[in-house]
């Protein structure tokens, strides 16, 4: 039998550590498989189809398995596989792709690019670029980052002390000094139990303004937040919030950050998350969706400010000494140039929007329907479950009957692979998604709930 005959037949034969679990867990029990995808649907290598309700890990936005994006990278490899982009040398893909990301965000003010592989050194990019802009402008003391509880921002040692999941840092520290959080606008859950969206709002950036004046507003290099938070359970700010960010960012002259690794390339409705809160920020990291994940590729966009400081400074204090190996790669430029093309033409953002807008509509009746769905919430096509104990406290499910792991299975046997994230089950499709998949995704989603009887 041959190494790869083994690997694919023989449960947990191989070698390598899974993400975010314990390697423990994964000694006895089988993974999901996956060996293959068209369109909306991926196959488990026993043959089960099923919708992927989760584009990959929210990346594979166009589908899968599109043969535009498979010509453009491998007409890319005819021509050249790799070329690097450090000093002074250069390929026309991200040449071309530089120009484009940069016409794309002109309503954002954006201006230049740095690439990446991942949204973690995405996110590297910016914190450094950020303290760098500060060092630029005289005030090398500011250094400090403020982020939001529940935020996520990859697992780099800069986006791990940002994070606001005390998982993501509790086996490794110690982390970034200068890094603080404060409370995170979601309505579901708060510690003022406020339900009005604007107050909160207002709540949370007093919380901001007060968090700024004790480390010192002269201190402080950026707030970063993502426009609607992904890993940390899907929540949806009050749509106040950001253009309020914008405001008190622009009082104390703090770089507003916006990680937009998930939302980027519409997954929320808008072509970019910051869009559709009608705000500027000031960097925007992307990645996931660029490419649709067909090769790993983020790119990290600074505004005109950001530049200005660069260009106005000829010492050593403006030297990039930052950039990747595999950053703005042939291929990862290639496929992300058709992959925007598919974007743009089949106006994915309206989609999400008006698919998401069906999904969300439909997946809230099972609010009534099982005592264990505290709250279906959601914009376009990021929705989660918030699973709880008690629909009146809102206390989150126990996280030891392993009950979104076992209503995730469910889903799957029904045809739709749905990812459960702690005490939620968070659905995010490919953004060509039509009705009759979203009907599947919801059928699939009532069939778990049904069989756990819940
Ligand atoms: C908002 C956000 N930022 C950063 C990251 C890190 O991206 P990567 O896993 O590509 O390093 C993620 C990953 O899910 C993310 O959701």
Known sequence: MNQLVTATTQGNDYKFWHALSHPNEWITQEPLRIVRGDGVFVWDDKGHKMLDGFAGLWCVNVGHNRPEVKEAISKQMDEISYYQLFAGVSHPRAEELSNRLIKMTEQEDMARVIYGTGGSDGVESALKI?????????????????????????????????????????????????????????????????????????????????????????????????????????????????????????????????????????????????????????????AKALTSGYVPLSATLFNKKIEEAFYSNDDHKGLLMHGYTYGGHPLGCAAALAVLDIVEKENLPENAEKMGGYLLTELKKLVDRYNIIGEVRGKGLMIALDLVNDKLTREPIDLDTNITARLAEACREAGAVIRPVGTKLCIAPPLIIDKDGCDLLVNAVKYAFDKIKK
């Open 130 to 286: 950020a303290r760098q802009y500060w060092i630029l402008k005289g005030q090398p003391q500011r250094t400090h980052f403020i982020s939001l509880k529940n935020a996520y921002h990859g697992v780099s040692l800069g986006g791990t002390s940002l994070n606001g999941m005390p998982v993501f840092k509790m086996n490794y520290g110690p982390l970034l000094d200068n890094c603080s959080q404060i409370e995170t606008p979601w309505l579901y859950r708060n510690p003022w139990n406020c339900e009005e969206p604007e107050e909160l709002a207002k709540l949370v950036i007093d919380q901001l303004e007060r968090d700024i004046l004790y480390h010192g507003a002269e201190n402080i290099a950026g707030f970063i937040a993502e426009p609607v938070q992904g890993a940390g359970g899907i929540i949806v700010p009050p749509a106040t919030f950001w253009p309020s960010l914008r405001k008190i960012c622009d009082k104390y002259d703090i770089l507003l950050i916006a990680d937009e690794v998930v939302t980027g390339f519409g997954r929320t409705g808008s072509m970019f998350g910051v869009r559709g809160w009608g705000v500027k920020p000031d960097i925007m990291v992307l």
